[in-house]
């Protein structure tokens, strides 16, 4: 269908409608604003919005009032309310730190980001130091949350710093008063009983890596001192089992796992879903294998294009709701965050899909030797002889990290309204820019979204959700509205109050 062939523009009456994009989704036309509301339209109701041929009482324009698409009927402080709610993350800094405490792994994974070291290298380590500094800047953020994400290389390397920061931010946190959580990104082969008691004492959330069956796990991360496969599902159903005997709701806490999809995994969709509902996980997401690190030199063998992606997460999103209408309640990660923005009036603020991106006032990260950086991804750029997202150090003052002229033009280059392609997209109040990803692949902090295989993921993505949502029988729209439920994971919340038995 084109759309010449629908509007004439001699017809249209401009003041009628709100500002709007549209875009052909199956058999209708899928019409949103920008505060994200949206609307399947037929071509003939298409005409009639752009003409203003509707009155009260005929149906459809009872339909385009409730979707905010008829000027006259929009209570505009309601929305301007409404606005600032959903985009409440602008009004404060960063809430995820990622703090890298070592280049140190046992792992030697194929496609991975970190610029990693041998176990030896103990000189790559962060340092108490480096590590009380940067935690000084987390508690400066203007953000009333933060997480301290822990990373690597392994993490579990460098335990004694690690204690060390949540003591440290546990005692900083008694007279700031934030919500503190923190989460353990690691492999999970060094971990011991003791330290599972530590973790689990100071609440905090461990997540991992879980590429898919033994075979696929183990060809793509590659462990020389023993079974990477069995190791990380051994550690996650022991760590589940720990939640559960402390009474607490397993469909809410668990180890958290990703996959990262290479070349191998193609055809293994339905293997790598059934290996994470073996493992008792409640989400799977389907990740892509992105342009850094190791994985940007081992593409021959572990590379693939966005259509064979694509296609990949098709096929395991179907299966995934097949899943779910036979009663195994798992859900595809990226699809139940887009759902969120699309079926609620929530914003979960992922930062991949946020308009500024995530770079520099979403999240920032700490690399071992005190450089700071717009992100995880700054940081893998850097990894690769590459200091363009250097923002600074755990030496410089806050004041500098978040206005200096780098953060200044990551946050103009995020914005989906200065990309001539965003600015008429259907999918624009849903989606976000990665300026780290723009720069890796096209060479610029802008990046050209008709060009860009981002935009090529997150528009096919979309049109999937969106052509799914669009003839969904309510069997199928309740198990969408159950991945867009949300509940605070009070439990990984540190108390405010309480300094910790090992406080200094």
């Known amino acids: 269908m084109q759309v010449s062939d629908v509007i004439s523009l001699g017809r249209v009456k401009a003041d009628f409608a709100m500002p709007f994009n549209h875009r ?10 920008d505060l994200g509301d949206h609307l399947f339209l037929t071509p003939d109701e298409l005409r009639r919005l752009s003409e203003g041929a509707t009155v009260p009482g005929d149906g459809l324009y009872e339909r385009l009032t409730a979707a905010n698409l008829i000027a006259a009927k929009v209570d505009v402080k309601a929305q301007a309310d409404r606005w600032k709610r959903k985009h409440q993350y602008l009004f404060y800094g960063p809430t995820l730190h990622a703090f890298v405490l070592t280049h140190r792994c046992n792992h030697g994974c194929q496609y991975c980001h970190s610029s990693i070291v041998g176990m030896d290298r103990t000189d790559t380590d962060m340092s108490i130091e480096t590590a009380e500094r940067a935690v000084d800047l987390v508690f400066q953020t203007t953000s009333p949350g933060v997480n301290i994400e822990f990373q690597g290389g392994e993490p579990l390397a460098n335990w004694d710093v690690l204690q060390h920061i949540v003591e440290y931010a546990r005692q900083k946190n008694a007279l700031a008063g934030k919500t503190l959580s923190f989460s353990l990104v690691t492999n999970l082969s060094l971990m011991d009983d003791d330290k599972l008691d530590y973790l689990i004492d100071r609440k905090v959330q461990l997540c991992t890596s879980l590429d898919g069956p033994e075979d696929l796990h183990n060809k793509i991360r590659i462990y020389k001192d023993g079974n990477a496969h069995a190791s990380v599902v051994g550690w996650m159903k022991k760590i ?32 790598i879903v059934d290996q994470y509902v073996e493992v008792g996980c409640k989400a799977i997401f389907l990740r892509k294998l992105d342009p850094f690190g190791f ?7 572990l590379g693939y294009s ?17 899943l779910n209408k036979n009663g195994v309640q798992v859900m595809e990660r990226h699809a139940a965050l887009m759902l969120a923005k699309i079926l609620t009036d929530q914003e979960p603020n992922y930062l991949d899909l946020r308009s500024p991106g995530g770079a520099c006032v979403g999240q920032i990260g700490y690399a071992p030797d005190g450089s700071i950086y717009s992100s995880d991804e700054g940081r893998f750029v850097a990894s690769m002889g590459d200091e363009m997202f250097k923002i600074g150090t755990v030496n410089d003052t806050y004041h500098h990290l978040m206005t200096n002229a780098q953060t200044r033009a990551m946050v103009m280059a995020g914005l989906n309204d200065g990309q001539p392609d965003c600015v008429n997209c259907v999918y624009k109040p849903w989606c976000g820019q990665q300026v780290e990803y723009n720069y890796k692949t096209q060479g610029s902090l802008q990046g050209r979204m008709r060009d860009s295989v981002w935009c090529k993921k997150h528009k096919r993505v979309f049109d999937w959700l969106m052509a799914r949502v669009e003839r969904a029988d309510p069997e199928e729209m309740k198990i969408f509205e159950r991945w867009t439920s949300t509940r605070v994971l009070d439990h990984y919340l540190q108390d405010r109050s309480a300094l910790g038995d090992n406080a200094e």
């Open 24 to 33: 052909v989704v199956g058999q209708h036309y899928l019409v949103t604003n």
């Open 295 to 301: 994985a940007s030199r081992s593409y021959k063998t």
């Open 240 to 271: 589940n089992q720990r939640y559960k005997d402390m009474g607490l709701d397993p469909n809410l806490y668990r180890v958290e796992a990703l996959p990262t999809i290479t070349k191998p995994g193609l055809t293994r969709w339905k293997d």
């Open 306 to 322: 966005m259509d064979e992606f694509l296609e990949f997460y098709a096929n395991a999103a179907e299966y995934i709701l097949e």
